[in-house]
Every structure is written in structure tokens, then in C-alpha cells.
T-cell receptor
Framework: GAVVSQHPSRVICKSGTSVKIECRSL??????MFWYRQFPKQSLMLMAT?????????EQGVEKDKFLINHASLTLSTLTVTSAHPEDSSFYIC????????????FGPGTRLLVL | KQEVTQIPAALSVPEGENLVLNCSFT??????LQWFRQDPGKGLTSLLL?????REQTSGRLNASLDKSSGRSTLYIAASQPGDSATYLC????????????FGSGTQLTVLP
């Protein structure tokens, strides 16, 4: 089956620093990738949708200058949390849509971010 | 805007019981509905996907039903086991201009040995 990986799985950083999270589709080409955020005991909230080679589309209330998304290839998307603050601490999950099966999304294992 | 609700928020049952988790959605214009399992601190594991034209899907002890017209889905777990303890998320893939997954808030299941 299709596999999506995320790196790192866990990161701790100091307030004010930037953190980059990678999302890779390992055995398929993903024209569209999605980034979600999940706070404890809450559901996944879509942050942004990124299409390969174009700018990401951000959901209402998500700061595009704070959460930089790059989708430079069909297998890699990155989310950079710039000038992170403790309130950015969360579980970030990416998913990828197979180019040949647009109704199906495959999810990564998530990245736990803790900002001190 | 699609809204997905899951009831109950938490459920605790003794091992061996059959149980039903509920999911409702406000907009019936969907492509499919998916049930996921999430263990603490982990990502999502897809359990069942029901296309909008289907009424149910089965996998082992799991059976998911879909009533698109009423905006409801149920996940039935037979003969529950402690290993079934997890959070179960329902997600709807909406058609129309949105074309995105909308998640419910989940049901946290605990199966007691």
C-alpha cells in the first residue's frame, strides 16, 4: 500500500526558532499534499493544501507567513514553523493524494512539536 | 461548510461486548466516508472506506454503514478486545468546491479486560 513518511517524528525547540517538517510519499506521486494540526484530545484541523509546483492554499485563520509550505516535487512537501512559540506546540500530520486515485488520501505518522 | 459530529466522545466497555460508534455529517454531497483509528501519540490508520454509492463495508470484526441521505454512518465493532482501545475518527470527503476531508472529533474507546 501507499506509504507516507514524516521527519522528524518528534522535535523540541526553543521559542523563537524555526522548525522544518518533511512529508514524503514513498511509493507514489502526490500532486496534492495536506497539512493538518491536532491539539490534545481534539480532531485534525486542516491547515493548508499544497499542490506541486504552486503556492499552498491556507485555511481561514492559518497564518501563511508563519507556516511556510513548500511542495517542490511530486514526493516531498515541507512545513516550516517560523519563529515558533509555545502555542504552536501540537501534533502535525501530513497526507498525500495519489495522482492516480484522487479520492484517497494517505496519512503520515505525524510529528510531535514541543516549543519551550 | 461540512460539519462532522461523533457520539459518544468516550466509551468504556468490558471485553467481548459488541459496540456501535456514531458519526453524523451535515452536507450529504460526499464522495466517500472513512473511519480511522488513532493510537495515543500516533498517526492515523485507515480502517474502512465507504464510497457514496455504497451502504456498508466490512473488514474482520468491523462493519461500517453509510446512510448518505440522512447524513449518518456507524462503525460496528464485534466482540471487542483490549487491543481495540484507541480513538476512532470519522472523516467525510466532500464533493463540490471544497473537495477535502473533514474530520469528526473522535470517540475514545476503552475496552476493559
Amino acid at each position: 500500500g501507499a506509504v507516507v513518511s514524516q521527519h522528524p517524528s518528534r522535535v523540541i525547540c526553543k521559542s523563537g526558532t524555526s522548525v522544518k517538517i518533511e512529508c514524503r510519499s514513498l511509493d507514489f506521486q502526490a500532486t496534492t499534499m495536506f497539512w493538518y494540526r491536532q491539539f490534545p484530545k481534539q480532531s485534525l484541523m486542516l491547515m493548508a493544501t499544497s499542490n506541486e509546483g504552486s503556492k499552498a492554499t491556507y485555511e481561514q485563520g492559518v497564518e501563511k507567513d508563519k507556516f511556510l509550505i513548500n511542495h517542490a516535487s511530486l514526493t516531498l512537501s515541507t512545513l516550516t514553523v517560523t519563529s515558533a512559540h509555545p502555542e504552536d506546540s501540537s501534533f502535525y500530520i501530513c497526507s498525500a493524494r495519489d495522482r492516480d486515485s484522487w479520492e484517497t488520501q494517505y496519512f503520515g505518522p505525524g510529528t510531535r512539536l514541543l516549543v519551550l | 461548510k461540512q460539519e462532522v459530529t461523533q457520539i459518544p466522545a468516550a466509551l468504556s466497555v468490558p471485553e467481548g461486548e459488541n459496540l456501535v460508534l456514531n458519526c453524523s455529517f451535515t452536507d450529504s454531497a460526499i464522495y466517500n466516508l472513512q473511519w480511522f483509528r488513532q493510537d495515543p501519540g500516533k498517526g492515523l490508520t485507515s480502517l474502512l472506506l465507504i464510497q457514496s454509492s455504497q451502504r456498508e463495508q466490512t473488514s474482520g470484526r468491523l462493519n461500517a454503514s453509510l446512510d448518505k441521505s440522512s447524513g449518518r454512518s456507524t462503525l460496528y465493532i464485534a466482540a471487542s478486545q483490549p487491543g481495540d482501545s484507541a480513538t476512532y475518527l470519522c472523516a467525510v470527503f466532500s464533493s463540490g468546491s471544497a473537495r477535502q476531508l473533514t474530520f469528526g472529533s473522535g470517540t475514545q474507546l476503552t475496552v476493559l479486560p
